[in-house]
Nanobody
């Protein structure tokens, strides 16, 4: 089993920054690809960013390109999402997820384990 614990969410003004962290643990964690998704009230869960197991490949949703950066520290089994120039539309619960594959995907069903989510609220 794999456990993912997100942290770093909170309330920030528009234009501000937050850094989310997601720590993975568990005997079956294999250092696979990781992704960040988000879900706003009344909306479907949507892809935000992903990173391959090696960390060499990243992918971003168009609406966060140039503002968000995903990275990982495999020695710490942790993935990060640096969020800059935040907008009120970025308000959502942010979830991290990991796959047993080293390859990443934008599909939420690609990922096998999910964290509990962390709330990000951006005020105007």
């Amino acid at each position: 089993q794999v456990r993912l614990v997100e942290s770093g969410g909170g309330l920030v003004q528009a234009g501000g920054s937050l850094r989310l962290s997601c720590a993975a643990s568990g005997p079956t964690f294999s250092g696979g690809a990781m992704g960040w998704f988000r879900q706003a009230p009344g909306k479907d869960r949507e892809f935000v960013a992903s990173i391959t197991g090696s960390g060499r490949g990243t992918d971003y949703a168009d609406f966060v390109k140039g503002r968000f950066t995903i990275s990982r520290d495999n020695a710490k089994n942790t993935v990060y999402l640096q969020m800059n120039s935040l907008k009120p539309d970025d308000t959502a619960v942010y979830y991290c997820a990991t796959s047993t594959s080293q390859l990443a995907s934008r599909r939420y069903d690609w990922y096998d384990y999910w964290g509990q989510g962390t709330q990000v609220t951006v005020s105007s």
